[in-house]
């Protein structure tokens, strides 16, 4: 008995709220733009009034009414002394005819209160009047968002209307989810399922909120639904939570490794410490954005593969700088490991400050191409981000293409040579000083390749580079010096435990405690992971 | 007249340090006084060259390059501006900043007891011989050197910054600790003061240029100069390097303890910027510029650099780390042993055994 | 076995007393003899180099402009101004050593620099003893008053607490639930645990909020952006973000946060010290939204705000600035204030000595470009400013959301801390 009071205050309570809406054949025009023009109150009433007209308006009202809150989010709406004009043709708001804007057109702006309203009618409009199947596929994305808002009815109404099959499917099972208040109980409970179908923390509270809905206690099939759907959603979070720390403990090391790995070649090789290292992983990063921007002049058409065309530039650019260093500075210090970590300091410096005086200190500015923006989400909280992604197959790649050339090349057969014992491949004949060059060349330009690899997560700028110097260091000492297996699990295990930590205690607390481990486990085994089979360093 | 000779360079800089730290209060109120900036600058650069010398005793003298050292000038540095604090605290009831944010109504336990000065600096020793100690001694015995030891001293020193960067562990965190106004119950900031602090360093710089060539004349710093050219055959000798080495670590480490106390008056702040991994890196390129294995050379390099650096961040700011880019470059490749090359250029033979001219304690692990 | 002959040690000893005696006192001596007649010093603490450069380093060329127009006109008491930049490297002793040098030998006039907390605490006991003359151009955490420095832009209960009063009202979005993410150091949390005061004076409960502090320069921000997403998604009322880290953090932070799927309408966010310098490098097509607060907005109105833009634009032109002329951002127009300020105060006085310009500061008002006239009392060294509310555009800008009707006083000392 109370349940039918409830349902029939719900009731009334709706039809009051959209008594605008029912009365949408006497749309007030003149005065729904008055109201988009005028304070943050006025035009949120304003876009309850669009809502409802898209879920229950007549057609014209519909057509007359979607270009408006399309332009009120695009802020193309021009508000002056005689009404508005939608800024894109003249065209006045209310009459639709050609007019110019009296005086200075005001744009009014969306409150963020206001905003997701605006944008839940444009896309009502959208999901019942586009013309292509693609944008009524969007503005249902949009809709999802905010299943609790959407008016009821207008899924209803959109999918006996719509003509594409998986669509209507879609929009049917948003209907379906968007039910989880509607007033027939089967209704609810299939709502429940559907809605436990996407677990995550929000499913989650939605569904904890039934438990203190009165047919919770009242009816057991209810009761039981929700329970099962709280167990179902409960399992899908900690996935979701495990898969996301994997993946967060992924990224991380696919970036550290990608840092160490030419410095480990450099090291394992010659023993020097490159300090000028995280300088080339940004000289790398500023090669792509020479390449983006001479894209956008020679070909508009390419400008979002950028990230891929500069691969080649990157490398060739910063082992260019790795062999004339190598060339002009270190080999004079070969025999003295000190020296030459201070001379690599000082073209650090030399290069941070160079690039500060070419490009200035701020933000290099970075096209953002649509496979490594976004992400897509996957089981409860965990989203799948595409930059991290990116860095994550790229570090794949690199590590491919690194084992390819140590192991299958010539070049790789003599570097190992050399790496193992010095002394002896210069006996059998082999360049131990030409290695040494490519090597760091190689090195060099792998430095150069992280840099493209994280322009789309880093900031660009002349100090990106010293971010990373002692932590890769700590990877390449810690995998052991010259295998490329050590580097790899390396930075997998530090990746790995930062992100574990990290929610525990912070991220300074988890940096500091991983470095101490490092040091501590140094200590005790200072050749590292693995160490290399052969004569000792 | 040999030994004459060996001592000469250093008694008259000595001498010349001692000088200077006399005549600065002795012209104060004449017309030739010192200005407050320049006696001011001249006080760090005293307390610089004696981080510049407890570097190159363990890098010039042992072979051992730490790129850590900021560590120990940072506790010399935090301990006394601890002392600072809690004696204004105690004279002029200034609360510091750093517990006015963190909302705390009084200082943390640990900082009971840091108002009494010789209580302060047993702890600064006692805290820099634990870390040095446990460090060096663990480092030494599983025989960590080289580039090795340099990198993982870097990284510790990166740890204290993180951990300095904390402001929940009641050292002021990211901001330091600064607003000193008393020492040893004086106002600090004024002219005196100023020259006394000034004077007291350079007092502390000669003192332990002395101390550190008494050291290295004597049998120990043969013993040292032995362990850093062939530790293996020394050690095959039956010579205990462990003890040898662990006891100038924490030697140097000390030195560089007090080079921090020295510091920190006269900058009037602390902060974790003083455990970054370059200000470490600078340490040796000071070292590098002077001269390794000479304790002349450090002091020269440390002073020099500073001066120049004090200099041009005013005048010509953006030249600066060009200038000092290339002066590194060109001492690396150029003159191995720093500015002593320069010395050496028109003069004598090269000094000390031929593998010091070569390269100094490089020798690969 | 060093050996060492007399000749060498003089060589290497001259070289050295070069270094100490010749940059140091030489430049001084021959600069105070000048002093008295000539033009009159400012000087600049804003570093070019290091990871504040990208924001402090515009503020140099600001100042120099502000000072061209004044010479234009004829400069001040009839003394030309002429503008000392330093370069202290965001390393914050430097800054105390730039301003001794500049205090010192220099005798400048007045200070203008720092952009942290960090810097301006550590410049402040050289000023005091000086008794020298800071303009700080930078909001910041209140809780200080020095008679040496003025603040030029605004303390948090005149600037932080009306725009987190705007996201609680109903005109905002009704937040019941704050995320506070700062860097660690004396700013954010300061402006926090003023937050947190404020709350539990508005009866808030404990457990809606959240604190998370990450070291400087900070980028990794997947974990946090995690941890958000679940703090929002626990229910109990609408989240928002209060950002307060600094630097490069912020376009890092708000990468990610979009990356993530989040968009503003989900948990908005307040970047307390987002300027659109730190947009430069972003996609802002999906942080539309997001909301700053400042005393200045490059898109205020007004014939101020019109010439100050023109006016920047020709002078990067000009001088061939190494910053966009297209950008100006708060602490730029504060800067451009303080000189101007300064200015008024020192012919005001008639004189360039501190005391007789601080003496002189009662009763200054100034056009701000912001389009308030914004005024100094005798009370304090403070500068009523106005407030407003930025939201993020596609522009890469920030819109005019909210802007307070008049310039409120400034309150030093919060009554939340």
């Known amino acids: ?537 | 007249m040999m030994r004459l000779g060996r001592n000469g360079p250093i008694v008259l800089l000595t001498g010349l340090i001692l000088l200077v730290a006399v005549a600065m209060p002795a012209l104060s109120g004449t017309s030739l006084e010192v200005s407050r900036y320049l006696a001011n600058a001249i006080g760090q650069l005293a307390a610089f060259a004696v981080l510049a010398i407890s570097l190159d005793l363990i890098w010039g003298y042992l072979g051992i390059l730490s790129l850590g050292h900021g560590l120990f000038f940072a506790i010399g540095g935090y301990v006394f501006a601890m002392y600072l604090l809690k004696h204004s605290f105690v004279v002029t009831g200034t609360v510091p900043d750093f517990l006015q944010f963190m909302g705390w109504k009084d200082f943390p336990f640990y900082w009971a007891g840091f108002d009494f000065f010789p209580y302060a600096f047993t702890v600064a020793v006692l805290v820099t011989l634990l870390v040095s100690g446990i460090f060096g001694y663990v480092s030494f015995r599983s025989r960590v050197g080289g580039v090795y030891f340099a990198i993982i001293t870097q990284a510790l020193v990166y740890v204290a910054m993180l951990l300095m960067f904390r402001n929940d562990t009641g050292f002021g965190g990211n901001n330091g600790m600064t607003g000193f106004s008393v020492l040893f119950g004086w106002q600090m900031g004024t002219s005196g003061m100023i020259t006394a602090l000034a004077a007291g360093s350079l007092a502390v710089l000669a003192l332990v240029l002395m101390l550190c060539r008494w050291l290295v004349g004597s049998r120990f710093g043969a013993l040292m100069l032995a362990t850093r050219d062939d530790e293996i055959r020394l050690q095959t000798l039956g010579y205990e390097t462990l003890r040898l080495k662990l006891i100038v670590w924490c030697l140097s480490a000390v030195i560089a303890m007090v080079a921090g106390m020295l510091y920190v008056p006269q900058v009037g702040i602390i902060n974790p910027r003083v455990l970054s991994p370059e200000l470490s890196l600078e340490i040796a390129v000071w070292v590098a510029i002077g001269g390794r294995g000479h304790l002349v050379g450090a002091v020269i390099g440390a002073l020099l650099v500073n001066a120049v650096k004090f200099w041009l961040s005013s005048a010509a700011p953006d030249i600066w780390p060009f200038i000092l880019s290339g002066l590194i470059v060109l001492v690396v490749l150029v003159f191995p042993n720093g500015l002593m090359d320069l010395a050496k250029f028109r003069l004598t033979r090269p000094m000390g055994p031929k593998r010091m001219a070569e390269e100094i304690g490089e020798a690969r692990p | 076995m060093v050996k060492f002959t007399r000749r060498s040690f003089l060589q290497a000893g001259g070289v050295a007393a070069a270094g100490l005696a010749s940059p140091l006192a030489m430049p001084a001596y021959l600069r105070s003899a000048q002093a008295q007649s000539g033009p009159v010093k400012l000087g600049c603490l804003f570093s070019s180099s290091g990871t504040m450069a990208n924001l402090e380093g515009r503020l140099n060329y600001v100042v120099k402009m502000a000072a061209d127009e004044i010479n234009a006109k004829g400069g001040v008491n009839g003394r030309t101004i002429d503008v000392l930049v330093s370069d202290p490297a965001s390393d914050w002793p430097l800054y105390a050593q730039s301003a001794k040098q500049m205090l010192q030998q220099e005798k400048v006039s007045a200070l203008f620099g720092c952009w942290t907390s960090v810097s301006r605490k550590t410049v402040l006991p050289v000023v005091e003893q000086e008794n020298g003359l800071l303009y700080y151009p930078l909001h910041f955490e209140g809780d200080e008053n020095s008679k040496n420095v003025v603040y030029v832009n605004s303390p948090p209960a005149s600037s932080v607490l009306p725009a987190v009063d705007y996201l609680m009202g109903e005109e905002g979005v009704s937040a019941k639930r704050f995320f506070m993410l700062g860097s660690d150091y004396v700013w954010p949390r300061t402006i926090n645990k003023q937050l947190k005061g404020y709350f539990k004076s508005k009866g808030i409960p404990e457990t809606a909020w959240k604190e998370e502090y990450v070291p400087f320069g900070f980028s990794n921000f997947q974990t946090l952006v995690n941890q958000i997403r679940a703090f929002a998604d626990q229910g109990g009322g609408q989240p928002v973000v209060i950002l307060t880290v600094v630097g490069n953090s912020i376009p890092d932070f708000m990468r990610e946060f979009a990356n993530q799927g989040i968009l503003a309408t989900d948990i908005p966010v307040l970047g307390l010290d987002m300027v659109e310098a730190d947009l430069e490098g972003l996609d802002t097509a999906k942080l539309v939204g997001h909301l700053n607060c400042w005393a200045y907005l490059q898109n205020a109105k007004g014939p101020a705000n019109e010439a100050f833009l023109k006016n920047w634009a020709g002078y990067v032109k000009a001088k061939n600035v190494p910053f966009s002329g297209t950008v100006s951002i708060d602490p730029m127009v504060s800067a451009y204030d303080s000189v101007h300020l300064w200015a008024m105060a020192a012919a005001k006085a008639g004189s360039f000595d501190v005391p007789e310009v601080s003496k002189a500061f009662a009763g200054l008002t100034f056009d701000c470009p912001s389009g308030y006239k914004i005024s100094m009392t005798g009370e304090n060294n403070y500068v009523a400013r106005g407030v407003f509310i930025g939201s993020v555009n596609d522009k890469q800008g920030f819109d005019i959301l909210w802007q307070s009707k008049d310039t409120p006083k400034p309150v030093p000392f919060s009554p939340y801390g």
């Not at chain 1, 000028?276 to 390419?302: F, K």
């Open chain 1, 1 to 537: 008995m109370k349940l039918a009071r409830l349902t029939a205050a719900a009731g009334l309570l709706a039809v009051l709220l959209f008594a605008p809406g029912l009365r949408a054949d006497t749309l007030d025009r003149a005065g729904l733009v008055q109201e988009l023009c005028g304070d943050a109150g006025a035009m949120g009433r304003a876009g309850t009034a669009l809502v409802a007209t898209a879920a229950s308006g007549s057609a014209e009202d519909r057509a007359f009414a979607a270009p408006l809150a399309r332009a009120v989010i695009d802020r193309k709406l021009g508000c002056d002394d005689a009404g508005a004009v939608l800024d894109e043709g003249g065209l006045d708001a209310i009459t639709r005819m050609p007019r110019a804007a009296a005086g200075t057109p005001r744009s009014p702006l969306l409150s963020l209160k206001n905003r997701p309203v605006f944008e839940l009618a444009d896309a009502a409009f959208a999901l019942r009047g586009a013309p292509a199947v693609a944008q009524r596929a969007a503005a249902l994305k949009t809709l999802e968002r905010r299943p609790a808002q959407i008016p009821e009815g207008l899924l209803d109404t959109a999918a006996a209307a719509e003509s594409d099959a998986g669509l209507k499917e879609q929009i049917d099972t948003l209907a379906q989810t968007a039910a989880l208040n509607a007033s027939d109980p089967a209704a609810r409970i299939r709502a429940i399922g559907r809605v436990a179908e996407n677990p995550s923390r929000r499913a989650l509270t939605r569904i904890a909120a039934l438990e203190s809905d009165p047919a919770y206690a009242a009816n057991p099939e209810f009761r039981a639904a929700v329970d099962a759907a709280t167990a179902r959603i409960e399992r899908g979070i900690a996935l979701g939570d495990t898969l996301a720390t994997l993946y967060n403990g992924l990224s991380f090391a696919s970036i550290l490794f990608m840092a160490a790995i030419g410095l480990a070649i450099i090291f394992g090789l010659m023993g020097v410490i490159n300090l000028a290292q995280g300088e080339l992983i940004m000289i790398g990063a500023y090669v792509t954005w020479l390449v983006q921007q001479g894209l956008r002049v020679a070909a508009p058409a390419l400008l979002d593969w950028y990230l891929v065309l500069a691969i080649p530039v990157a490398f060739l650019a910063t082992a260019a700088i790795g062999i004339a260093l190598e060339a002009l500075l270190l080999r004079h210090l070969y025999k003295r490991p000190l020296m030459s970590l201070l001379a690599t300091w000082a073209v650090s410096l030399f290069l941070v400050n160079i690039v500060r005086v070419v490009f200035g200190t701020q933000n290099m500015q970075f096209e953002t191409p649509f496979y490594v923006s976004g992400g897509v989400p996957v089981i409860g909280d965990f989203i799948f981000t595409w930059n991290r992604m990116f860095a994550i197959a790229f570090a794949i790649v690199t590590l491919a293409l690194t084992w390819g050339v140590v192991r299958k090349t010539p070049l790789g057969l003599n570097i190992r040579a050399v790496t193992q014992n010095r002394d002896m491949a210069a006996c059998i004949g082999i360049p131990t000083r030409r290695i040494d060059m490519m090597a760091f060349g190689f090195g060099s330009g792998l430095a150069g390749l992280a840099g493209l690899a994280l322009s789309p997560i880093y900031s660009v700028n002349p100090q990106m580079g010293q971010n990373f110097i002692i932590d890769s260091f700590m990877v390449v000492v810690l995998g052991g010096v010259g295998t490329i297996a050590g580097t790899v699990l390396a930075a997998l295990g530090i990746g790995q435990i930062n992100v574990l930590i990290e929610p525990l205690w912070g991220a300074v607390a988890a940096k500091v405690i991983v470095l101490l481990m490092i040091i501590a486990f140094l200590q005790w085994r200072p050749e590292g992971l693995f160490a290399v089979k052969g004569r000792r360093k």
